[in-house]
């Protein structure tokens, strides 16, 4: 098991930026991927972005391509995401996600195992 903790939401204007970054303690981080999920209100959670234990390979959901990017520093136990160009769209609680499998990054949130307690992303108009 892996302890995660968010950092770095907040209120932000249309077309700004925020880095979220997510801390983690525990079994050693490079074995995980790592993942950020989104969940605004009454709606489900949602695959945002997704890393390789490597960082090498990424996955992306479409409506953040282009805008968001993940990364890892594996020395610092951390993964973080850069959100530019932010629309009210995107206003939602972030989640930082670990998982264990292989192959494909996952987008479904029952194939990660741990997850932290979320931070608050809003986007105002």
């Known amino acids: 098991q892996v302890q995660l903790v968010e950092s770095g939401g907040g209120l932000v204007q249309a077309g700004g930026s925020l880095r979220l970054s997510c801390a983690a303690s525990g079994r050693t981080f490079s074995r995980y991927i790592m993942a950020w999920f989104r969940q605004a209100p009454g709606k489900e959670r949602e695959f945002v972005a997704g890393l390789s234990r490597s960082g090498i390979s990424t996955g992306y959901a479409d409506s953040v391509k282009g805008r968001f990017t993940i990364s890892r520093d594996n020395a610092k136990s951390t993964v973080y995401l850069q959100m530019n160009s932010l629309k009210p769209g995107d206003t939602a609680v972030y989640f930082c996600?670990?998982?264990?499998?292989?192959?494909?990054?996952?987008?479904?949130?029952?194939?990660?195992?741990?997850w932290g307690q979320g931070t608050q992303v809003t986007v105002s108009s």
């Open positions: 996600a670990a998982g264990g499998a292989f192959g494909p990054i996952p987008r479904r949130p029952n194939e990660y195992g741990d």
